[in-house]
């Protein structure tokens, strides 16, 4: 029998678990996010992703996408390159998001441990100079954000977000239609918080981790277990 187990760094609201037979193009809707993986073409993966709390659910950066970490089978272990990105961006000063027009999102996509990751909060020793802007506010991005405490408010270190869905072209070398993810996990806040320990790829698992927290950022990791 497999078994999952689940460590959190901080105090999360929710986690769920999404099993997924075959990976070449997953779309995944859970706890105020959506992560798409898709296999396009060989050596290419898509992902898009996406906050979905609503303007009046924002409170706090520690909500906010600022990574996401995953393997993929048939990955050769080196050479992947953020080929293209893009996300529409807003600022949010006054309690109130003025949408800023699409852009390059600013993240970046490396090898890190026996997986990869897609961050603009990046854990060593992956650099990325834009950080801490670019993370991904939920919300329409436009209009008022009643809520949003001073580390979204008038930020300047934090502004601009992207906010919408953001999506990202990669060069995974080794990566076909029949490669699988595994080992899905999403980042919250401007600290980078890893998987200190991923296993290597599963054949059917699909793990999909989601929590907000009110101060701080934080990570959930799944281990599958024999």
């Known amino acids: 029998m497999r078994r999952f187990v689940v460590v959190a760094c901080f105090v999360a609201f929710a986690v769920v678990?999404?099993?997924?037979?075959?990976?070449?193009?997953?779309?995944?809707?859970?706890?105020?996010?959506?992560?798409?993986?898709?296999?396009?073409?060989?050596?290419?993966?898509?992902?898009?992703?996406?906050?979905?709390?609503?303007?009046?659910?924002?409170?706090?950066?520690?909500?906010?996408?600022?990574?996401?970490?995953?393997?993929?089978?048939?990955?050769?272990?080196?050479?992947?390159?953020?080929?293209?990105?893009?996300?529409?961006?807003?600022?949010?000063?006054?309690?109130?998001?003025?949408?800023?027009?699409?852009?390059?999102?600013?993240?970046?996509?490396?090898?890190?441990?026996?997986?990869?990751?897609?961050?603009?909060?990046?854990?060593?020793?992956?650099?990325n100079q834009t950080a801490p802007e670019m993370t991904i506010v939920g919300g329409t991005g436009y209009g008022a954000y009643a809520n949003a405490n001073s580390s979204i408010s008038s930020n300047g270190p934090h502004n601009p977000f992207l906010v919408g869905t953001a999506s990202f072209t990669l060069y995974v070398p080794g990566v076909t239609a029949d490669s699988t993810f595994s080992n899905v996990v999403v980042q919250f806040g401007t600290s980078a918080t890893p998987p200190t320990q991923v296993p290597e790829p599963g054949s059917i698992a699909l793990l999909l981790s989601t929590a907000a927290t009110i101060f701080g950022g934080m990570v959930i990791r799944f281990r599958k277990l024999s």
Do not use: E, H, K, M
């Open 17 to 127: 678990l999404f099993l997924s037979p075959a990976a070449r193009a997953d779309q995944i809707t859970f706890q105020n996010t959506v992560v798409g993986l898709t296999v396009t073409s060989n050596n290419t993966v898509t992902v898009t992703i996406q906050n979905n709390l609503t303007n009046a659910q924002v409170q706090s950066v520690a909500q906010n996408i600022s990574a996401l970490y995953f393997q993929v089978t048939g990955y050769t272990g080196s050479g992947v390159l953020l080929s293209s990105s893009s996300g529409q961006t807003t600022d949010i000063y006054g309690g109130t998001g003025t949408l800023q027009g699409v852009t390059s999102t600013g993240w970046v996509a490396s090898n890190i441990g026996s997986g990869l990751t897609l961050c603009v909060v990046c854990a060593s020793p992956v650099q």
